[in-house]
């Protein structure tokens, strides 16, 4: 293999050259290390959270193999966010800048050293997409290792994983369980380091991690310090180094086919509505040009649901995996995908599904016998959302397609968990959650202890929520209308509507309207409404200042535009 010239190879003889060798030194480096391809590992690794608990060792393991295939590994750290950790302050507005903190981390430290290449350990939700953004914004030879799901745990004879812990806290109010019981259930709930047991956000973005070809074949899901995970991180750690001498870089993967690629996979498995802002943000950064909702929007009657792994079904994390994963559903896929997408191994998804065969038939099913053909994630606009909303509606069950109603509004997730708890929300109410988005939360506050708490009140099924807030990957319950956009802080129409509002939703008609008269709407123009949080200083002041709409990826830009 020719040898390029590497760019972290500074000019001899310089300022820069000089400040780094006596830094390097001193660290054991020697002449020879040097001119060896420099890799970063991104670890996120964070003893606030299991799911980023296992990442050192994975990092250890790493740096041998790299140092073996000749290269020369950089261990580099990055924010850890877990949502039921980080969430606990600011009403969860840390959630979402988090993922553009990530990739701000990521440049810096790797694009400031000039680091020729990069293994990023996904993990939680939030990594994943925060460290794609990276590899298409820098666009050197990036590859992802898939670090796991945690291992669940039995409660009284029965299963019970995260997702239920997390549904089961919104009870507690209505006296559907003891916090006793939610205590016992969350002490075995999780067995292991990992993230979330289900087809939530992590294992969502870690599956279309692999359909996009940013990780090996096989990766996703993967149980969490596996024999099978960790010789897929020593095979990423030998690929990353024969990625640099080739020159593959992330612009190359990360195409408008790619992009489509992955938005097929959510649909098929009815991933976490999250996916939708993650890959508008992936493909922005790849300078990509592509709009990822009307790509949703495209095929979504066409790709019906392969997988009903929970919560939108019955199916375990586990027997995804057993069954060949993201590599068996793109088999099921073939047809509709592009096949001539390269991936991080230097061939073609064509050639990565050639041999592939579906392990169990029960469990990942093919387009002609599949568990749904409702689609799973829909994209909703109308006279209220302009932007757009998100409607998941995944799952083998029946589910609420229309509702009509009067507008409830709440603009904090405490005062609408202390609306339900006092009964302020009635049946037939569309419960409004204003002033919660990007921009107004700022970074989408969280929204999901509302939804789970409406279900724990016996009302899930007889109301409708609209939030411009986030969601956790675990809500598939109810007619739920996610990142509503353009939120009420930007000006929106969801800036003006009033309690007793008429608020029309029809997911088949893809529409969601406010039936409120234009003279009206006008005279309400009139008066100048504020929303959301102000803040003065820190991140969130950063990010509130910067963000892009959430159907525009939520990206940071310099200058918000007007208008």
């Known amino acids: 293999m020719t040898r390029r010239k590497l760019r972290s190879n500074l000019e001899p003889g310089t300022a820069l050259w000089a400040g780094r060798r006596a830094q390097w030194r001193v660290l054991g480096i020697s002449d020879e290390d040097m001119q060896k391809p420099k890799i970063a590992i991104v670890n996120s690794s964070s003893e606030l959270s299991s799911c980023f608990s296992h990442l050192d060792a994975v990092a250890a393991e790493l740096k041998s193999v790299i140092r073996a295939a000749g290269g020369l590994p950089f261990e580099v750290r990055t924010a850890a966010p877990s949502d039921f950790i980080t969430s606990a302050g600011r009403r969860g507005a840390y959630i979402l800048p988090s993922r553009d903190l990530i990739a701000a981390d990521i440049e810096v430290q790797v694009e400031g050293a000039l680091l020729d290449g990069m293994v990023c350990l996904a993990s939680c939700d939030k990594t994943t997409p925060g460290q794609l953004m990276a590899a298409g914004r820098l666009d050197i030879p990036t590859i992802v290792v898939i670090c796991g799901y945690q291992k669940s745990g039995e409660y009284r004879g029965e299963h019970v994983d995260i997702e239920d812990v997390f549904l089961k806290s919104g009870y507690v109010a209505s006296g559907r369980i003891s916090v006793a019981d939610l205590a016992g259930m969350a002490d075995v709930a999780v067995q292991s380091p990992g993230v979330c047991a289900g087809m939530g956000t992590a294992n969502s973005m870690h599956t279309v991690c692999e359909a996009l070809g940013m990780a090996l074949p096989g990766s996703a899901p993967v149980a969490a310090m596996s024999p099978k995970m960790l010789q897929h991180a020593r095979e990423s750690g030998a690929r990353i180094v024969e990625m640099v001498w080739e020159d593959l870089k992330p612009r190359t993967i990360l195409t408008a086919g790619a992009i489509r690629n992955g938005v097929l996979t959510v649909l098929a498995v009815s991933g976490s509505i999250n996916c939708v802002k993650h890959l508008q943000a992936i493909a922005t950064e790849a300078e990509v040009d ?42 099921r896929l073939e047809r509709f995908l592009d096949l001539d997408a390269r991936t991080v191994t230097g061939g073609t998804l064509g050639d990565v599904l050639a041999n592939v065969t579906v392990a169990d038939e029960r469990v990942i099913r093919t387009a002609e016998n599949p568990y749904s053909t409702r689609p799973s994630i829909v994209i909703v606009r109308g006279s209220l959302l302009p932007g757009g909303g998100i409607v998941r509606q995944g799952g083998t069950g029946e589910r609420m397609m229309r509702f009509r109603g009067p507008a409830k509004i709440f603009h904090s997730r405490d005062e609408a968990l202390e609306g339900v708890k006092q009964g302020r929300v009635a049946r037939g109410d569309v419960v409004v959650l204003r002033g919660l988005g990007v921009i107004g939360g700022p970074g989408m506050a969280m929204t999901s202890a ?12 007889d109301v409708a929520v609209i939030t411009e807030g986030q969601l956790a990957g675990l809500v598939n319950e109810g007619l739920v209308v996610g990142e509503a956009s353009p939120e009420a802080a930007a000006g929106g129409p969801l800036a003006l509507v009033d309690n007793g509002d008429t608020i029309a939703i029809d997911v088949t008609r893809r529409r969601v309207d406010l039936e409120v008269a234009d003279a009206e709407l006008a005279k309400r123009r009139s008066s100048p409404r504020a929303f959301g949080a102000q803040n003065e200083r820190g991140w969130l002041a950063v990010y509130q200042r910067t963000v892009a709409p959430v159907h525009e990826g939520a990206v940071l830009r310099g200058k918000r535009k007007e208008g």
């Not at 509302?450 to 099924?461: K, S, Y």
């Open 290 to 331: 592509v709009d990822v909702y009307d790509l949703f929007a495209s095929y979504a009657d066409k790709i019906p649901l392969l997988a009903a792994i929970r919560p939108n079904g019955p199916g375990l994390i586990e027997e995804f995996e057993a069954a060949g994963g993201a590599r068996a559903l793109l088999k």
């Open 450 to 461: 509302v939804v789970f708490a409406l279900d724990g009140a016996g009302l899930i099924n």
